[in-house]
T-cell receptor, first 114, second 115 residues
Framework: KAGVTQTPRYLIKTRGQQVTLSCSPISGHRSVSWYQQTPGQGLQFLFEYFSETQRNKGNFPGRFSGRQFSNSRSEMNVSTLELGDSALYLC?????????????FGPGTRLTVT | AQTVTQSQPEMSVQEAETVTLSCTYDTSENNYYLFWYKQPPSRQMILVIRQEAYKQQNATENRFSVNFQKAAKSFSLKISDSQLGDTAMYFCAFMTTNAGNMLTFGGGTRLMVKP
């Protein structure tokens, strides 16, 4: 079974631009969560989707948004990029909601904002 | 809100020896799970071990075991017979049973296993 895939793997953008990152969960998984990983702030929860509905949102500005499609694939969008948005963005998929369901992480998308 | 603290930013251990990584957390919740995740260099994060808060017995997975002290809100990871492949960042994480799949992570401990 294929793992969680994220595209693109690397991205360089300029301040003020917008970016869309994609996450394809493991087949059959309906929950997708997104995390931002930086050296300074560590791993921070962005949002979580289940069956195309946002279930949870972390403490990030409105420039960060996401969505989930009917095939469970998810995208996250960051508008008006700032230098501080440079990070590794991880997504994780699981079969369903709840801590009994293991979360499987993707390799991440490394975003650099210049 | 939950917080997770890992007080050891870096640790090293000789191959075949035992090492313990520390983690403390703070929560007012009664029902929650604790996790240790491993993030090898340039590789995907994987689950190492999971502990349900209502279980008194400490979880074990082969060479990995935890020491869960609920009253002290402590959750340490012991790695026995360390192997070179254990070199990685290790993250302690917390999840309640009523907040979806949101994980709260500690800052991580970078473990180096030396030959």
């Amino acid at each position: 079974k294929a793992g969680v895939t994220q595209t693109p793997r690397y991205l360089i953008k300029t301040r003020g631009q917008q970016v869309t990152l994609s996450c394809s969960p493991i087949s059959g998984h309906r929950s997708v969560s997104w995390y931002q990983q930086t050296p300074g702030q560590g791993l921070q929860f962005l949002f979580e989707y289940f069956s195309e509905t946002q279930r949870n949102k972390g403490n990030f500005p409105g420039r960060f948004s996401g969505r989930q499609f009917s095939n469970s694939r998810s995208e996250m969008n960051v508008s008006t990029l700032e230098l501080g948005d440079s990070a590794l963005y991880l997504c994780a998929s699981s079969l369903a909601i709840g801590p009994v369901y293991e979360q499987y992480f993707g390799p991440g998308t490394r975003l650099t904002v210049t | 809100a939950q917080t997770v603290t890992q007080s050891q930013p870096e640790m090293s251990v000789q191959e075949a020896e035992t090492v313990t990584l520390s983690c403390t957390y703070d929560t007012s919740e009664n029902n929650y799970y604790l996790f240790w995740y491993k993030q090898p260099p340039s590789r995907q994060m994987i689950l190492v071990i999971r502990q349900e808060a209502y279980k008194q017995q400490n979880a074990t997975e082969n060479r990995f075991s935890v020491n869960f002290q609920k009253a002290a809100k402590s959750f340490s990871l012991k790695i026995s017979d360390s192997q070179l492949g254990d070199t990685a960042m290790y993250f302690c994480a917390f999840m309640t049973t009523n907040a979806g799949n949101m994980l709260t992570f500690g800052g991580g401990t970078r473990l180096m296993v030396k030959p």
